[in-house]
């Protein structure tokens, strides 16, 4: 039976998961590259990592660390899983997602953590499928780990399983469960979290240089089974880290990233890539481009509409709508942002009766609207009424990328330009300085 969208408004509702992720083969994957100008960035990411799709030339580099940006909710996970399929298929590359959401504390997230559930989550996908490493390659990584959970905390015994499993000989069911003592600690915010840190950091070059051991002989196990010849580890979750966690992470501690030799896939913030701070450590070129609804010139661009339109209507039954007009007028305050879309649609179906109206409309762009009244300040409608009428990319200072993160900024293709949220517009502080700006007279 084909796919079809909710019938009843409630359900609608009940079916927006913002933080949902399509996973690939989901009904209601829309393809928007064309829409996005996006299609070289499948090709630019696997020839980063050594492969070229057109040709199937595979001249892998022995490690890349390579980042992901794009604006929170933008569809970054979407689109890296359908990447992660594509480069499962070629019978280059296991991907191996892990999602720091899920697995770890993103409100309180150091390389130690990510690290580990790294490991833990390669450990379980060769358990799982059925994969033999040799108990002489697992034993460093073994006993690394065992050391760091074993570490008694406040004088409290370690309990008589943990000690077991850490004394038994190194298996991947064992080590697994040793992985997933640490990563639980780190997810619950556990009063031993703080001592395990630093005693993976103490002894952080022993660890990543087992951790890679086990890296190469999982890949050498692949490549024997004919599944793979690289590993490819997909670090999802990481965009969600804020201010000064995102720079610890990703600036301080890179040359502890860059230890472990394996391509690493970071999903990371839009607005770290104009701090400055990224050059010569990682790969910090490749941006997810926003869907457009127009083009620099003003011009109406087809595929963006027609993405969204599509978008739209996999997660609500057209006859839910009173007319066309009701579509238009979401996807065109969107601006063109997949979750901004979709909060507009919760809203309306909080406001409908039985069907969304035109009123229905007006009521949810004035609240999504009101919600970014509550952040933006006095100085941000000048800078925003400024950016929506200057063709030149100024460049970007602090209060820029905060109004970028916080999307009352959106940019598009290559960041080359920029325009302010469409509900942004509607706002009094905004429409005084537009008014102002464009008055005889004004300089």
Same mark, same amino acid.
């Given at each position: ?9 409630l359900e609608v509702l009940q079916k927006i998961q913002y933080e949902e992720a399509l996973p690939a083969g989901d009904p209601r994957y829309v ?112 006993? @690394? ?14 309990? @008589? ?72 580890f997909l670090l999802d979750g990481i965009d969600k880290l804020r201010g000064d966690d995102t720079q ?11 230890? $472990? ?29 926003? $869907? ?10 087809? !595929? ?11 997660? $609500?039954?057209?006859?839910?709508? !009173? ?28 406001? @409908? ?12 762009? @004035? ?77």
């Open positions: 039976m084909s796919y079809q969208p909710p019938q009843h408004l393809e928007t590259q064309t829409a996005r100008g996006s299609e070289r960035t499948f090709s630019r990411l696997a020839k980063k990592i050594g492969w070229d799709p057109a040709s199937n030339q595979f001249f892998p580099p022995s490690q890349s660390h390579v980042l992901f940006f794009g604006h929170v909710g933008s569809g970054k996970t979407t689109e890296l899983r359908q990447y992660a399929q594509r480069l499962n298929d070629s019978k280059r590359f296991c991907v191996i997602e892990v999602d720091a959401v899920d697995k770890l504390d993103v409100n309180n997230l150091q390389y130690t953590d990510a690290l580990m559930a790294m490991a833990e989550t390669l450990v379980k996908y060769l358990d799982q499928s059925g994969y033999r490493i040799d108990e002489a390659d697992l034993a460093p990584l073994h006993q @690394a780990v065992a050391r760091v959970v074993t570490t008694r905390i406040d004088g409290r015994e370690v309990s @008589a399983e943990l000690k077991t499993t850490a004394e038994a000989g190194a298996s991947l069911l064992g080590l697994f469960k040793l992985l997933a003592t640490f990563t639980a600690a780190a997810k619950t915010n556990a009063s031993n979290k703080t001592e395990w840190r630093r005693e993976v950091s103490n002894h952080f070059t022993a660890l990543a240089g087992a951790f890679n051991r086990l890296i190469r002989q999982a890949e050498a196990a692949l490549h024997k089974a004919g599944r793979a010849e690289r590993l490819v610890r992470f990703f600036v301080q501690d890179a040359e502890q990233l860059l230890s $472990i030799q394996a391509f690493v896939i970071y999903t990371a913030p839009l607005h770290l890539k104009y701090g400055g701070q990224l050059a010569g450590k990682l790969d910090a070129d490749l941006v997810l481009p926003m $869907i457009k609804l127009q083009e620099r010139d003003g011009s109406r661009c087809e !595929a963006g509409w027609t993405a969204l339109h599509e978008l739209l209507l996999r997660r $609500i039954d057209r006859r839910l709508f !009173a007319s066309e007009a009701e579509i238009h007028r979401l996807i065109e305050h969107s601006g063109g942002h997949p979750r901004e879309l979709l909060r507009l649609l919760k809203l309306c179906c909080e406001y @409908a009766d039985d069907r969304i109206d035109a009123a229905t409309v007006e009521r949810a762009l @004035a609240q999504l609207a009101a919600d970014y009244r509550y952040f933006l300040e006095p100085e941000d409608y000048p800078l925003l009424v400024q950016l929506d009428h200057d063709e030149n990319h100024g460049g970007n200072d602090e209060r820029t990328r905060q109004l970028l993160y916080r999307l009352a900024l959106l940019q598009y293709n290559d960041g080359s330009w920029r325009r302010s949220h469409p509900v942004v517009r509607r706002l009094d502080g905004y429409v005084k300085v537009r008014q102002t700006s464009a008055s005889p007279g004004t300089p």
